[in-house]
């Protein structure tokens, strides 16, 4: 006669035990992957984010508009912010329409485009403003004109220019009239909208075709001017 034996207490209480150790495992391993691809997620949101803006301010830099007839209604304004991070202001005149929405009343003309980091209905961010430049930039029609919030990740801006009489990169930009040939710009962005972290750093170096032109109609200027009587 066969005789049936079941499982102990002990014998049940050590399975259960095995199964809840494979289960956090297990579960442990999901969240992992889980995590993993939201982190993922994110910083391709986080670049994707990162290049578009520095895309459009490479073409509208690269856009650049300029003649040696009127210098000083073409020339880059750059200034030097005392925040943390870096908020820098610079401004330049571009045929691009990159930065304008369809309806803007100035899209068909020269404009006057400033980048800064402003704080707008509370929220702080990377902000443009617009204007024609045949306004003057200091008149009160171009002051009018209020920026616009392009996204509140970027926390940040950096710019710095590379000074072809010293060979090195510089953080002011000081010359009047002029464009810079090569600069080079660093946006500091917030890794989620949901929650606070570093700032995540992303630079570009951007070359502006009529630098040249406005560095040698500049130098012509000034050896025309110390030659003469």
Do not use: C
Request: glycine fraction near 6%; proline fraction near 5%.
């Amino acid at each position: 006669m066969n005789s049936r034996r079941g499982f102990s207490l002990l014998e049940v209480l050590f399975a259960m035990t095995i199964l809840s150790v494979m289960g956090i495992m297990v579960f442990g391993t999901l969240r992992t992957l889980v995590d993993a691809t939201t982190r993922a997620e994110e910083a391709l949101d986080e670049l994707h984010l990162s290049e578009t803006v520095l895309d459009q301010l490479s073409e509208s830099l690269r856009s650049a508009a300029y003649f040696d007839s009127d210098p000083r209604r073409y020339t880059f304004l750059h200034e030097k912010g005392t925040g943390n991070p870096p908020d820098d202001t610079f401004s330049w005149v571009t045929r691009s329409t990159a930065f304008l929405p369809s309806t803007y009343p100035t899209r068909g003309s020269l404009n006057r485009i400033e980048i800064s980091i402003e704080t707008i209905d509370g929220e702080t961010g990377l902000a443009v403003r617009a204007f024609s430049s045949l306004l003057d930039r200091e008149g009160p029609e171009a002051e009018d004109v209020a920026p616009w919030l392009l996204t509140q990740r970027v926390k940040g801006l950096e710019l710095k220019v590379y000074d072809l009489n010293r060979n090195e990169w510089v953080d002011d930009w000081e010359r009047d009239n002029q464009l810079p040939v090569t600069l080079s710009l660093t946006l500091y962005v917030q890794p989620d909208e949901s929650r606070t972290g570093r700032l995540r750093k992303y630079t570009r170096r951007i070359d502006i075709p009529v630098g040249p032109l406005s560095r040698e109609t500049r130098r012509g200027r000034r050896r025309t001017q110390d030659q003469e009587p």
